[in-house]
């Protein structure tokens, strides 16, 4: 099979320098009895960066381009192996495309394939294309989970070494739930800033509810909710005003606070402490951790047989991507 393999793999090879003379197409590797092509590989490279800059800027998105460059070909020769040994087992998945797609127009009240094509299109997406990858995806993940996944077994003393070994991560840290009464300084003069401040500090003293005043006096969009600020893990707030409530008791308020052109005043509502998860909570995020790092360690070695016995001929190893 690996000489047969090879004998394609150098037709394939005399076809890329044939084409490269005619500047028709470039191909960037050869796999088995598949190519990938430089069109294709940047095709690819371009729609993995505009999924980075939507989610990732400055020093980490040049961090992740770089490692795009460094890994995508590898991936794209994995992607392409896993197919080829997808098909080969006859592995079908027509049907849970038709039932994903099925889903997708429900969850977006869309009523035919041609309400879909359309959604589709004004994403920039063609529909053919959509399909073809999804069709993709689950044939990369059904033989990974036919001939990796479902070998793995994980016994319950596993779960609870991990649980024992690794407790740091299930440490829930302290929660502020807080209310908030805010002052801008924008176009304010400074006696104008200390009025607004004395008079909630008066209506506070006299008894009226924090919440009532925050209505009634705070600036900030948390006046449309009686200044409820909502619940916040110890190192989500701010340094200054988590300095500010961190030693309040339940009910405690805090002195007036100046952080970035603007005052102020927190109530602490509720407060849950410190705990380390019971591991009932966390058991299953356990399993699945553990799953994960077996199947992606099990992964490796199927990849490193599959690729073994297959032809693999890189002919650009860098190829350009502009």
Do not use: C
Request: charged residues 35%; negative net charge; hydrophobic residues 40%.
């Amino acid at each position: 099979m690996k000489r047969a393999n090879k004998f394609i793999g150098l037709f394939f090879i005399l076809a890329a320098s044939l084409l490269a003379q005619d500047l028709v197409e470039a191909i960037v590797a050869v796999v088995n009895d598949d190519i990938i092509t430089l069109s294709e590989y940047k095709q690819e490279y371009n729609s993995r960066m505009r999924m980075l800059r939507s989610q990732l800027q400055g020093e980490e998105l040049s961090k992740q381009q770089e490692m795009l460059k460094d890994n995508l070909l590898e991936a794209l020769i994995t992607d392409r192996l896993l197919l080829q040994e997808a098909r080969k087992l006859g592995l079908n998945v027509t049907e849970q495309v038709r039932m994903t797609l099925e889903n997708i127009k429900r969850e977006n009240n869309l009523k035919s394939d041609e309400e879909l094509k359309r959604a589709l299109a004004q994403q920039g997406l063609l529909y053919e294309d959509f399909v073809a990858q999804m069709e993709q995806n689950m044939l990369k993940q059904n033989i990974i989970f036919s001939e990796v996944g479902r070998k793995i077994a994980i016994a319950d003393p596993d779960i609870v070494s991990y649980y024992k070994a690794h407790q740091e991560e299930f440490i829930e840290p302290i929660e502020y739930t807080l209310k908030m009464i805010y002052i801008s300084q924008e176009r304010k003069s400074p006696e104008e800033i200390e009025s607004k401040k004395a008079q909630a500090d008066q209506k506070l003293a006299a008894g009226e509810d924090f919440g009532k005043v925050a209505a009634e006096l705070s600036e900030g969009p948390e006046k449309d909710s009686q200044g409820d600020l909502g619940s916040y893990k110890k190192g989500e707030l701010q340094e200054d005003l988590e300095q500010a409530v961190v030693d309040l008791e339940v009910g405690g308020v805090t002195p007036w606070i100046n952080v970035q052109g603007a005052w102020s005043k927190l109530k602490l509502v509720g407060k849950k402490d410190r705990r380390l998860k019971e591991f009932q909570e966390v058991r299953k995020e356990i399993e699945e951790k553990i799953f994960e790092e077996r199947q992606q360690e099990e992964l490796k070695k199927y990849m490193a047989r599959i690729r073994d016995k297959s032809y693999v001929k890189i002919l650009i190893s860098n190829p350009p991507i502009d």
